[in-house]
């Protein structure tokens, strides 16, 4: 019998709002969002957990400048408090090494990670999920039923194709879905728009290329006088996000 | 006291399963401990007596009993079976520290000692379950 599961409740019940922010594509910036996301709502005063669940390819710990920091051992794993958020990783127990982790074991560190994880009460939790529709996704929807999704696109119409699947599972499983970002936009363009509209999802608005933002990685002053920082930042606003 | 937060889902565990099977009291509860895991026994032991204390009217008299199950592991590639005992002595104590808190991290540090391949899985001995539980109804 798996007791584990059993507790995953009880360590998110202190938090009021579960963001999963997703993708059907890769590289189309939902790392950036995530931590982005998370430095906005810490920065306005809210308590902000961020979880990336990139088991492969973790990066929020690279655009945060994340260093020399684990959890504390008390009554499970407290994190590490980085620019004022509690921030959980699988990068503390990987050494950056890489991590060739296949199905069942994907979902036995997610249900590890959720049991032992001590958030404490927070106002946000923001969940850095990796790309596609695999078990990771399928988990989160499983195991944290108040998760609500942002997922990220391009204005790619090769994003998009991945995108749409997504959304059409998200829709299936009755996930709740806060609506879309077209991510990296460069010229005026309504593809993307008309395709989120016609599946009856909100549109959340665009962020423009930005390309300072590269130089902005591992340095969260320079993040936050970002373009990109500037346009996410009112995407939060007028959404109520 | 990570062990704390696992003793904590047995308990729990071990509620839920007396609501559904409408048990008055919880009598035994037999738990398999993953070699891999490399839980702290004294510790695990003294967290699951003090969880047990506020849910008195279930588990008043509730005993553990606690097997630790040796870890094997296969590689996919060409099929050799090895132990946590076997690699134990290659780890270094962060890699160790990091599998104690998440087993499949086994995956990061180390690699099938015959051929070197990253692909290999854990046939058994992986970390805390529960194989019964015993009450009244």
């Given at each position: 019998m798996e007791p584990r599961t059993t507790v995953i409740e009880k360590r998110l019940s202190q938090i009021k709002k579960i963001i999963a922010v997703a993708s059907g594509k890769g590289g189309v910036g939902k790392s950036l969002v995530s931590s982005s996301l998370s430095l906005y709502l810490s920065k306005k005063g809210?308590?902000?957990?961020?979880?990336?669940?990139?088991?492969?390819?973790p990066s929020t710990h690279i655009i945060l400048g994340t260093k020399d920091v684990f959890p504390e051992e008390e009554k499970g794993l407290v994190p590490p408090k980085i620019h004022g958020i509690n921030f959980m990783s699988i990068v503390y127990f990987t050494d950056d090494k890489p991590a060739p982790f296949k199905g069942d074991d994907i979902s036995n560190i997610i249900i590890e990670l959720l049991a032992i994880t001590q958030w404490g009460e927070l106002d946000y939790l923001i969940i850095d999920m990796p790309p596609g529709l695999g078990d990771e996704t399928l988990d989160v929807i499983r195991l944290i039923k108040k998760a609500e999704f942002i997922v990220v696109t391009t204005p790619s119409r090769v994003a998009m194709g991945s995108v749409e699947k997504l959304l059409k599972i998200l829709n299936e499983l009755k996930t709740p879905t806060i609506g879309?970002?077209?991510?990296?936009?460069?010229?005026?363009?309504?593809?993307?728009?008309?395709?989120?509209?016609?599946?009856?999802?909100?549109?959340?608005?665009?962020?423009?290329?930005?390309?300072?933002?590269?130089?902005?990685?591992?340095?969260?002053?320079?993040?936050?006088r970002t373009d990109f920082m500037q346009d996410l930042a009112k995407i939060i606003e007028e959404n109520n996000i | 006291m990570h062990e704390w937060a696992l003793a904590e889902s047995i308990i729990t565990a071990a509620l839920e399963t007396a609501k559904k099977e409408k048990l008055k009291q919880v009598k035994e509860i037999t738990i398999n401990l993953g070699e891999m895991q490399q839980i702290e026994r004294d510790i695990f032991e003294f967290a699951l007596d003090e969880i047990k204390k506020s849910h008195n009217k279930k588990m008043k008299n509730t005993k553990f009993r606690m097997k630790t199950e040796k870890t094997t592991l296969r590689c996919k590639n060409?099929?050799?079976?090895?132990?946590?005992?076997?690699?134990?002595?290659?780890?270094?104590?962060?890699?160790?520290?990091?599998?104690?808190?998440?087993?499949?991290?086994?995956f990061v540090h180390t690699r099938c000692p015959k051929c070197g391949n990253p692909d290999f899985e854990i046939i058994k001995g992986r970390g805390v379950t529960i194989t019964s539980i015993k009450g009244t109804r």
């Open positions: 809210y308590k902000v957990g961020l979880l990336d669940l990139d088991l492969y390819g879309v970002i077209e991510n990296m936009t460069m010229t005026k363009n309504q593809f993307i728009r008309n395709e989120i509209c016609q599946m009856k999802l909100n549109y959340l608005g665009s962020i423009q290329f930005d390309q300072k933002l590269e130089s902005s990685i591992g340095n969260i002053n320079k993040l936050l | 060409c099929e050799k079976t090895w132990t946590y005992q076997d690699m134990k002595k290659k780890l270094t104590n962060n890699e160790s520290e990091s599998i104690h808190f998440i087993p499949e991290i086994v």
